[in-house]
């Protein structure tokens, strides 16, 4: 539902004091959020952006949109729940790699195979920022940030081979001080049908002294590490979701794809296949579910009885 007048990410600008730190890549990733709504013609009250807890939990205060800040690793079943009761909204869902693959990893595998329309944005900065900088789940084994006492103990998580696991229809990875290019993919993701997930590698000045502004630019011979899929020939989609062996044969190239990591870190859009939403399953199932939004339901608190009729 756009509006017909131009938008521009002003209009997606609220008064909140900004308190992350100076520098942090979070500033790149919420203007990002704010242009790609403000190109997409989105009015500001049909948007609902949900966040989780850490940095990034606050970027909800600073778009102009209905929002809401919940728990620790619930951003996605509180994101659909909103989804569910009133369909016609837009859902974004944001969070950092701590809260989306460590607390909330559950919650990351169930909302890929359910694939009900919306968009989650993970803020891949390697560190727990908020807390001081404990190393997050996609902090590799043996490296050691300048807030941690020794080396990380564990493997890290490949958030995109999960993600094709787990069975997301749109994955993709940005960089948070590529505005431009990761503004495209978050159009991209939104407009896709079905949940959306996009990994944005995020520098925190702060707490990672690993994976700074300075790392991503320059790998061997000072060759910048990162580059664009779409720029290399890469095609992400599927062009026949019933074929399974094409389907296999995406999934195994994304996840190839998932595991350049070093001199060499792909951008863009690692994998797309259009299939039937939940939403569009479940209305199959019960059409009322289509004609009346969950949230227009007229019920008391002890008259449940419109509900379950449409449940019926
Ligand atoms: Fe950004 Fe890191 Fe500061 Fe958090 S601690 S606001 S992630 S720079």
């Given at each position: 539902?756009?509006?017909?007048?131009?938008?521009?990410?002003?209009?997606?600008?609220?008064?909140?004091?900004?308190?992350?730190?100076?520098?942090?890549?979070?500033?790149?990733?919420?203007?990002?959020?704010?242009?790609?709504?403000?190109?997409?013609?989105?009015?500001?009250?049909?948007?609902?952006?949900?966040?989780?807890?850490?940095?990034?939990?606050?970027?909800?205060?600073?778009?102009?949109?209905?929002?809401?800040?919940?728990?620790?690793?619930?951003?996605?079943?509180?994101?659909?729940?909103?989804?569910?009761?009133?369909?016609?909204?837009?859902?974004?869902?944001?969070?950092?790699?701590?809260?989306?693959?460590?607390?909330?990893?559950?919650?990351?595998v169930n909302a890929g195979r359910r694939n009900?329309?919306?968009?989650?944005?993970?803020?891949?900065?390697?560190?727990?920022?908020?807390?001081?900088?404990?190393?997050?789940?996609?902090?590799?084994?043996?490296?050691?940030?300048?807030?941690?006492?020794?080396?990380?103990?564990?493997?890290?998580?490949?958030?995109?081979?999960?993600?094709?696991?787990a069975g997301?229809?749109?994955?993709?990875?940005?960089?948070?001080?590529?505005?431009?290019?990761?503004?495209?993919?978050?159009?991209?993701?939104?407009?896709?049908?079905?949940?959306?997930?996009?990994?944005?590698?995020?520098?925190?000045?702060?707490?990672?002294?690993?994976?700074?502004?300075?790392?991503?630019?320059?790998?061997?011979?000072?060759?910048?590490?990162?580059?664009?899929?779409?720029?290399?020939?890469?095609?992400?989609?599927?062009?026949?979701?019933?074929?399974?062996?094409?389907?296999?044969?995406?999934?195994?190239?994304?996840?190839?794809?998932?595991?350049?990591?070093?001199?060499?870190?792909?951008?863009?859009?690692?994998?797309?296949?259009?299939?039937?939403?939940?939403?569009?399953?479940?209305?199959?199932?019960?059409?009322?579910?289509?004609?009346?939004?969950?949230?227009?339901?007229?019920?008391?608190?002890?008259?449940?009885?419109?509900?379950?009729?449409?449940?019926?």
């Open positions: 539902m756009a509006v017909d007048y131009k938008l521009t990410a002003k209009d997606f600008k609220t008064e909140v004091h900004n308190n992350w730190c100076p520098g942090c890549g979070d500033f790149g990733i919420l203007s990002a959020i704010q242009t790609a709504l403000a190109q997409l013609g989105l009015p500001p009250h049909r948007v609902v952006l949900f966040s989780g807890i850490g940095c990034s939990g606050k970027t909800p205060h600073y778009v102009r949109s209905y929002g809401f800040h919940t728990l620790h690793g619930r951003v996605l079943p509180v994101a659909t729940g909103a989804k569910l009761a009133n369909l016609s909204l837009t859902v974004l869902a944001v969070g950092g790699d701590g809260d989306g693959y460590g607390i909330g990893a559950g919650y990351f009900l329309d919306l968009t989650y944005i993970v803020f891949n900065n390697g560190v727990y920022g908020l807390t001081k900088g404990q190393g997050s789940p996609t902090l590799a084994r043996g490296l050691q940030t300048k807030s941690m006492p020794e080396p990380a103990l564990q493997d890290g998580v490949n958030p995109i081979a999960l993600a094709v696991g997301y229809t749109f994955i993709a990875r940005g960089f948070a001080l590529d505005v431009k290019h990761l503004t495209g993919l978050i159009v991209a993701a939104v407009q896709h049908r079905g949940t959306a997930f996009l990994d944005v590698l995020q520098t925190c000045p702060t707490y990672n002294d690993l994976y700074t502004k300075e790392w991503y630019a320059g790998g061997r011979d000072s060759q910048p590490r990162l580059y664009k899929l779409e720029e290399a020939g890469y095609d992400p989609r599927v062009h026949d979701p019933s074929d399974p062996q094409e389907v296999v044969a995406k999934k195994l190239q994304a996840i190839g794809k998932s595991y350049e990591w070093g001199d060499r870190i792909p951008l863009g859009v690692y994998y797309q296949v259009d299939l039937p939403t939940y939403e569009q399953e479940a209305i199959a199932r019960r059409p009322r579910l289509g004609e009346v939004s969950l949230a227009e339901l007229e019920i008391d608190g002890r008259d449940t009885q419109p509900l379950l009729d449409m449940l019926r």
